[in-house]
């Protein structure tokens, strides 16, 4: 970042797991960014429903990006990551060869209604009771995401280290904030015994740089297994991660 540029400002909360995401890609790579909390489904000031906030992303999705220097304003996860890697030749997380980027667009597309479904299925449920997700929907959602471990574990992750290679890519991290949240030491709501290579993946990406950190909400809300947290639990494992963050990209300036 040159001295006159500003920080790109990403939109969103340490909990929601595309905004993780991007979170952690940037620590990764240590590029400054400001954390502008933004609460998802809200019509307030500060929610993903407000008039300003739909002015960037008519979607009302968390997360965003934005370049103040710019004005450039890009919504979605995904895009959002394969934006960065283009526009920093990030080549050690999005290849330049075209076959190998294709497979970590392959599973960039496959996410979606495969792994995503862990939060329908598994953790929405435990956060959000007001939602009043049906028990049929949380069923279907769960298999599916059961289904798709099962393709990780005999497929991508028996033919390689990582999902698309022998380095964690974009691939990874868009897969982990997903599937990892499930784990011990987090929230504690899915059994991987059954998925060997999926475990030793999962220990793998804990060694990634910036982990820890894009992770603090995680380990400051813990298992929720049995006790579903409160809002004001939630609420306070946000605001200890936002001020980690802070603090970390603050330490990118020293």
Not at 25 to 34: A, D, G, I, W
Not at 49 to 64: C, F, M, W
Request: net charge neutral.
């Amino acid at each position: 970042m040159s001295a006159s540029s500003q920080p790109v400002l990403l939109y969103g909360i340490p909990f929601s797991q595309p905004v993780r995401a991007v979170m952690w890609l940037l620590l990764h790579k240590r590029v400054p960014f400001t954390l502008v909390p933004i609460n998802p489904g809200s019509k307030s000031d500060h929610g993903s429903r407000s008039p300003a906030y739909l002015e960037k992303n008519p979607g009302g999705t968390i997360p965003t990006l934005e370049e103040p220097d710019t004005g450039f304003v890009l919504g979605e996860a995904h895009a959002i990551l394969c934006y960065l890697a283009n526009k920093h030749g990030w080549h050690d997380v999005y290849p330049a060869d075209p076959r190998q980027r294709a497979r970590v667009d392959w599973y960039l597309h496959y996410h979606h209604r495969n792994v995503r479904e862990a939060s329908i299925g598994l953790i929405a449920p435990k956060i959000r009771k007001d939602l009043n997700i049906p028990e049929a929907v949380q069923q279907t959602a769960q298999a599916i995401f059961t289904r798709a471990l099962r393709t990780l574990e005999s497929g991508w992750l028996a033919q390689s280290r990582f999902l698309a290679g022998a380095q964690p890519m974009l691939a990874d991290f868009a897969a982990y904030v997903e599937i990892g949240q499930l784990q011990p030491g987090f929230t504690n709501v899915f059994d991987f015994t059954p998925f060997p290579n999926v475990r030793r993946w999962l220990d793998d990406m804990k060694q990634v740089d910036g982990h820890d950190d894009a992770h603090v909400v995680l380990t400051a809300l813990g298992d929720i297994s049995v006790e579903p947290p409160a809002m004001e639990a939630i609420k306070n494992a946000n605001v200890r991660a936002l001020g980690v963050v802070k603090q970390r990209v603050a330490e990118m300036a020293t």
